[in-house]
């Protein structure tokens, strides 16, 4: 049967590793907390299995520390990984930027504006998820535009460090970035200019950078 095929337990295993990596990003499960597979499994819905994947990956991945035989917790936030992860994604984003402004369309770029004007009113708002969300979208449109696979696993992967951080200052009262960096950065992508976009990219994730450095 041709139909029948072994996907569920990735499917799982990928629902698994989504809903704890949310849940460490939004600190419903506090740095420093233990974390164990089978109390996980049950809250979840699932067996164990793709709750210990799920566990392997976001140990690889720096949101949880495992020590064989005796505990598996969530890392506590470190200001250098985070610097770390922001020079990655960083990167990443310029890289995806210098390629999709020649490729961008009009929709995308009213695309760019509905987000940003969502991300200010969230911010205004005090909404963390909603302005986070809504400044996933306007990225994502760069990512989108500019096909590069390798690039978006990279910054999917290391975002969440990032993140952990912006959350935890936008509840001490920060502001999660800037609605004005990213108008300059639309501004700039609507009069395809490569360079002024790049550059404005580049400034973004120096501010989050130096957010760490702050810590």
Same mark, same amino acid.
């Given at each position: 049967m041709k139909a029948i095929r072994p996907l569920a337990r990735t499917l799982l295993r990928d629902q698994a590793y989504a809903s704890i990596r949310d849940a460490i990003v939004a600190g419903e499960i506090e740095p420093g907390a233990v974390v164990? @597979?089978?109390e996980l499994a049950e809250r979840l819905g699932l067996s164990r299995a793709p709750v210990?994947?799920?566990?392997a990956r976001l140990v @690889?991945?720096? /949101? /949880? !520390?495992?020590?064989?035989q005796s505990y598996t917790r969530v890392t506590r936030v470190d200001a250098? !990984?985070?610097r770390d992860?922001?020079?990655?994604?960083?990167?990443?984003h310029e890289l995806v930027t210098r390629v999709a402004v020649p490729r961008l369309f009009a929709a995308d770029i009213e695309t760019m504006r509905a987000a940003n004007a969502r991300f200010a009113a969230a911010v205004a708002a005090g909404d963390v998820d909603e302005a986070l969300h809504a400044d996933d979208d306007l990225h994502d449109v760069l990512v989108r535009v500019s096909g590069n696979r390798a690039a978006a696993a990279t910054a999917a992967r290391y975002t969440p460090l990032i993140r952990r951080l912006e959350r935890r200052r936008f509840g001490e009262g920060g502001t999660c970035r800037s609605a004005n960096l990213h108008d300059r950065l639309i501004e700039a992508c609507a009069a395809g200019d490569v360079d002024q976009a790049v550059d404005i990219?580049?400034?973004?994730?120096?501010? /989050?950078? !130096? /957010?760490? @450095?702050? @810590?």
């Open positions: 164990r @597979d089978a210990r994947e799920a566990f @690889d991945e720096g /949101l /949880l !520390e495992s020590k064989p250098a !990984e985070v992860a922001a020079a990655v994604v960083g990167a990443m990219t580049a400034e973004i994730w120096r501010g /989050l950078a !130096e /957010l760490a @450095d702050s @810590d």
